[in-house]
């Protein structure tokens, strides 16, 4: 492998190599093709903090151009997620690297979040709490469209609790820049994620080359996103598999029906719906931010 092709010089990320050492035996959350662990990271003068650290399995590293392939997700996920800083997207601290399988791999560190996802909180929240929260997953997102970010794989699982009980979107291996010099990603499926995803990303009539992710699907997925947390139940929650999932979203309505989600009031419906409208006829990320703050933020 290239000793130039994958490097931090032209991305602008802090390289903590030597400064963060993996803690326990297992990991703490699991992907497609990579773990999180929790970690220590210590600087010179500063006190041992807590961190996450994404780092592939080394089963994804089965030879050289899948290694390559990787890599390069990694750092292209790194060069998105240093450029953002709002209070509703996790902080990211920067990149180690580590010899796995053969490799020198980068891993990705960002803050330590105690209260681990949205979905392993959902269960046991308020009402008030599932429209903060709500809330605060549309505003990362209106900000992430303000920078021309595309999330490209927004669900529960993929957004993290703070201490003070605020909402962040994490997980940035799925997003891309618009119009941005070396981001050529495609959106690729991964495990859990289809209930989630636009109809026009499953489209079976699209068989030439994978459909990318937009700010449009974005909002669909934003819309299943708000379904799941204001009625503490996952879209589509009768049907478990994938195939029968992708034909009623892309041959059916594609919507999830009201009359199983009865938490949900008439006028949220209509919000999430408008979410599940034609591309081009969805909401904006800012217009649903602003709608869902003036009216059941302020009342």
Known sequence: MSSTAFNLASIDVRDLTGMVVKQGRNAIGKGSSADVWKAKYSRSGHRPVDVAVKILR??????????????RKLLREARVWSTLNHPNVAGFIGIYYEQIGGHRIPCLVSHFYEKKTLSDNLANLTE????????????????????NVIHGDLKPTNVLVDR???????????????????????????????????????????????????????????????????????????????????????????????????RVTKNQWKLLTDCWAEENERPSADQLAKYWEKNYLTV
Request: charge should be positive; charged fraction near 20%; include cysteine.
């Open 128 to 147: 008030r709490q599932r429209v903060k929260f709500f809330y605060q997953v549309l505003s990362g997102l209106a900000y992430l469209h303000r920078k």
């Open 58 to 71: 080394s089963t994804s590293l089965s030879d050289k151009r899948v290694a390559e392939k990787f890599i």
């Open 164 to 262: 003070s009980s605020t909402a962040v979107l994490s997980d940035f291996g799925f997003s891309r820049v618009l119009e941005a010099s070396g981001f050529t990603t495609s959106s690729t499926i991964s495990p859990g994620t289809i209930r989630y995803m636009a109809r026009e990303l499953l489209d079976p009539k699209c068989t030439t080359t994978a459909p990318l992710a937009t700010m449009q699907s974005d909002i669909w997925s934003a819309g299943m996103t708000g379904l799941e947390i204001l009625s503490g139940v996952i879209p589509y929650h009768g049907i478990l598999a994938n195939h029968e999932l992708i034909f009623h979203i892309c041959c059916r309505s594609g919507r999830p029906n009201q009359d199983l989600h009865p």
